[in-house]
Each structure stands twice: as structure tokens, then as C-alpha cells.
């Protein structure tokens, strides 16, 4: 049985930080790239934030420079830390694992969401 477990939302103010946790669990044989989405109310989920097992990393230009993803293969966890958060930052964020069990073809597999509301 597969789970995607996110985890780490909160409210703060604007300007402060959070930190996101997302454990992968299951009989994965490989997991190629976790991340991070997010949904605000009335908008179309939006990629976040990437990772490759590799480490290569990919983030939408809204957060750069603020957010930081990092990953820890051998537990397949994978976190992103929120600096200088905005009232825009606002939405449910969702952990993504794009992996292959050990019988069958990659797919993604979902988190159940963890909420993030920055305001004052």
C-alpha cells in the first residue's frame, strides 16, 4: 500500500517561515522525482517546487530565492522550507511522489494536503 504523507502547515504573518515534511512510503522501487504543489481558492494547482533523486531542482519563479526544497533519498522524505512567506503564498500544498512500484509503470501519487495561510 502506497501513502504520501505532507505535513508542516500553519498560519503565519507575512515575512515569517514554515517548514513542509512529506514521507513517501510503500513498495516503491524508485521514486524519480518528488515536489511540491499548491492550490489557492478559485485557482489551478501550480508546481511549486521539484527535486530529481539526482538533485536537480526546479522551482516556479514566484518562490525563488525564498524556498528551498531538499530531499533524503534512503528515507523517501522530502521538505521545503518557506522563507520571507507572502499573503500570495496562501494555498493548500500538496506532496507529489512520481515513482514506479516494484510491478508496474511510474505514476504519481498524492498527498493529502497540508494547509498554509500567510496574513497579518
Known amino acids: 500500500q502506497v501513502q504520501v504523507e505532507d505535513s508542516g502547515g500553519g498560519s503565519v504573518q507575512p515575512g515569517g517561515s514554515l517548514g513542509l515534511s512529506c514521507l513517501a512510503s510503500g513498495n516503491f522501487l524508485s521514486i524519480a522525482v518528488m515536489g511540491w504543489y499548491r492550490q489557492a481558492p478559485g485557482k489551478q494547482r501550480e508546481l511549486v517546487s521539484t527535486?530529481?533523486?539526482?538533485?536537480?531542482?526546479n522551482y516556479v519563479d514566484s518562490v525563488k530565492g525564498r524556498f528551498t526544497i531538499s530531499r533524503d533519498n534512503a528515507k523517501n522524505t522530502v521538505f521545503l522550507q518557506m522563507n520571507s512567506l507572502k499573503p500570495e503564498d496562501t494555498a493548500v500544498y500538496y506532496c507529489n511522489a512520481r515513482g514506479r512500484l516494484s510491478l508496474g509503470p511510474t505514476a504519481d501519487y498524492w498527498g493529502q494536503g497540508t494547509q498554509v495561510t500567510v496574513s497579518s
Open positions: 527535486i530529481t533523486s539526482g538533485g536537480k531542482t
